[in-house]
């Protein structure tokens, strides 16, 4: 666990999410928070769908940025 920001990470993560389709957003102070806003009407489907790309998206930003 790291108390460090974690720019380039969130990066890879936006560009993996929106490389596969899957709309997200960043916030925070620092950059570093990674918004998702489904719409109310999604479906259990979708909702797989996208923890599975959000997951991929995760995976592949701790082999390029790994964590202290």
Do not use: K, W
């Not at 928070?33 to 009407?41: C, F, G």
């Not at 599975?52 to 701790?62: T, V, Y």
Request: hydrophobic share 45%; with cysteine.
């Amino acid at each position: 666990v790291t108390t460090a920001r974690a720019g380039p990470a969130t990066e890879a993560v936006l560009d993996a999410c929106r490389d596969a389709g899957l709309r997200v957003g960043r916030g925070g102070a620092e950059g570093n928070v990674i918004r998702i806003q489904p719409p109310l009407i999604i479906t259990s489907a979708q909702v797989d769908d996208a923890l599975g790309i959000f997951d991929a998206a995760l995976a592949r930003a701790e082999l390029d940025h790994p964590c202290a």
